[in-house]
């Protein structure tokens, strides 16, 4: 039986995340800027492993999401 190898990662832009997140483009860039999202560089641009970002959802908003928040 051959095996199918796993699917590729999927990733998210930033204005994709901020959608997602309900928060704005600025504090997407700087909770990546600050490490507490990572992300990849792509040229000029960042995109988010989905799956970082679920890990973020799931585990309690951080603190930058906190505060932009005000949750």
Do not use: W
């Not at 507490?36 to 560089?41: C, K, Q």
Request: no cysteine; proline share 8%.
């Amino acid at each position: 039986m051959a095996q199918t190898p796993p699917p590729a990662p999927q990733f998210l832009t930033v204005a994709e995340v901020a959608e997602i997140t309900r928060v704005s483009r600025m504090t997407v860039y700087r909770m990546v800027h600050s490490g507490e999202l990572p992300a990849v560089r792509v040229g000029s641009s960042y995109r988010v492993p989905r799956t970082a970002l679920e890990q973020l959802l799931a585990g309690g908003m951080g603190e930058e999401f906190q505060a932009a928040t005000g949750s």
